[in-house]
């Protein structure tokens, strides 16, 4: 016989153990309540400061569909737009890790968020009971937010991998949901990693590829030069509508929109207080990085920009390479946006994800027989909305990106923290000014989520259903709206 961890009740913000209980570890058989997601965290394995960093900079490092945002958006608009992000969500970055050094058990996005309304509310002078009332319904609200977020970010590196096999095997005559269906199979093993810190032996792979990806990004746009050695050219700015400029703040927002998953990454560090170190390493790269590809990227295709870069390029040995390399980096990413998310749900049902055989959960099943049955469904409905996405007209990857980030990358990555930063960090002694950029912030984090959703929505409304039996890619110049289109066939004419 061996103990078991003790059940418990949450009463408010705190855990209260009922009774210590036996475990049978022979037969497996629990003779009362699972543990709480409380004690399950208290044991985790904590990753190190290099992991989280490199986590965060690869879920951040979407540098390619930047060119179709700024297309979107307009080369004014866009470095406005980007300038605010960059300034805004670093600082936002910080504020989360300094909650989380004044309230450790601020564990989860949720908890933070729902702890910062009712300090918020109290330092109004609302009652405790108001407070609590509150902090019970916006946890929820963010709970529900976060979920519909990185459920749909997972979708969006669900479609990148399908997009790059079929391109990679144009021989291959398979419909686009097929390809989907063989993408989810491939990621099946990838999303059974029970944490974050089972990641530490492999995230520098696909951060690797990504540097790779964008080697030949630039090898492409130097090689080719479309805006002088083409006709008939780029165009800059003829393809913006409101639509479209509305929906690059959510492609703004999620190119900056990991902060949903930082309370969960600050909970899994070894050592916390480096969270600074985390934030300066992952900005001061990504950001400059993020400028120099939005404007060679928009320089050299303009209005003909695609979600999928890779279609702007000539299909050669570079381009199938770069598809191969971020192939890796988004089934990756399918690991590091779920995995959140999974473990939330599993530790709400008190199943330890530490550990895989010799007890059994609730279910009657052992916990590594419940993970492989949950993870693998919570897959498959992922798998069926990207099936569903791929059938549309439009650029699906700004699409869906711009959906994902103004779903809740807004909220979380801008106004939530100006919330939470007001709760947790503001005294009587704060300044006019620190009062100022924070209400501004908050603000404007709402304008970019409405404006966001309205300019997203609208642009996949607007999208037709088309079939995909097989899939087919267009590359460049084959398509006549291609900058070096005329000087393809000028060229085929003069041979």
Request: hydrophobic content about 45%; some cysteine.
């Amino acid at each position: 016989m061996s103990e078991e961890l003790a059940p418990a009740i949450e009463i408010g913000d705190d855990t209260v153990p009922l009774v210590r209980l036996e475990f049978d570890v022979d037969d497996g058989l629990s003779h009362g309540s699972p543990p709480t997601r409380d004690e399950i965290t208290a044991h985790l394995p904590r990753a190190t400061s290099l992991t989280i960093a490199l986590n965060t900079w690869l879920y951040m490092a979407t540098p390619m569909s930047m060119p179709a945002t700024v297309k979107d958006a307009g080369a004014r608009y866009a470095a406005v737009f980007f300038t605010y992000s960059a300034v805004s969500t670093y600082w936002t970055g910080r504020v989360i890790g300094d909650a989380y050094a004044v309230d450790p058990a601020s564990s989860t996005y949720a908890r933070m968020a729902s702890r910062a309304t009712a300090r918020a509310l109290n330092k109004q002078g609302y009652s405790d009971s108001t407070c609590e009332k509150w902090r019970r319904k916006v946890e929820l609200i963010t709970l529900i937010v976060q979920f519909s977020t990185y459920y749909l970010d997972a979708c969006v590196q669900i479609v990148y991998v399908t997009q790059y096999l079929g391109q990679m095997f144009p021989n291959v005559k398979l419909c686009a949901w097929t390809w989907a269906l063989m993408v989810g199979f491939l990621v099946f093993p990838v999303v059974q990693m029970p944490t974050l810190h089972d990641s530490g032996g492999v995230v520098g792979l696909p951060v690797t590829c990504a540097c790779a990806a964008l080697v030949v990004l630039f090898v492409e746009i130097a090689m080719t030069r479309p805006w002088a050695e083409c006709l008939p050219g780029p165009t800059y700015g003829k393809v913006i509508t409101a639509s479209t400029r509305f929906s690059s703040l959510g492609n703004f927002a999620y190119a900056f929109g990991g902060h949903g998953l930082f309370p969960e990454e600050l909970r899994e560090m070894k050592d916390p207080s480096e969270w600074p170190k985390v934030m300066n390493w992952v900005y001061f790269t990504m950001v400059p990085l993020y400028v120099v590809v939005m404007y060679w990227g928009y320089r050299a295709y303009g209005d003909f920009a695609k979600g999928n870069i890779n279609l702007n390029f000539r299909r050669n040995f570079g381009n199938v390479f770069s598809m191969l390399m971020q192939s890796v980096q988004s089934y990756y990413g399918v690991f590091f946006t779920n995995i959140a998310l999974m473990m939330h749900v599993e530790t709400s049902l008190g199943v330890d994800p530490t550990t895989s055989w010799g007890i059994k959960t609730r279910f009657g099943v052992p916990p590594a027989i419940f993970r492989l049955i949950f993870r693998t469904s919570f897959l498959a409905t992922q798998v069926i909305l990207a099936a569903l996405f791929l059938a549309a007209s439009g650029d699906v990857i700004i699409n869906l990106q711009g959906l994902a980030g103004a779903v809740g990358m807004t909220a979380m990555t801008f106004f939530m923290p100006s919330l939470i930063h007001y709760a947790f960090n503001m005294h009587e002694n704060s300044t006019r000014l620190e009062y100022a950029w924070v209400f501004c912030n908050f603000f404007v984090g709402v304008l970019f989520m409405i404006s966001g959703l309205y300019g997203t929505v609208s642009d996949i409304l607007a999208d037709q259903i088309v079939k995909q039996c097989p899939a087919t890619y267009v590359y460049s110049p084959y398509d006549p709206r291609d900058p070096c289109y005329v000087s393809l066939h000028r060229n085929s004419t003069n041979s």
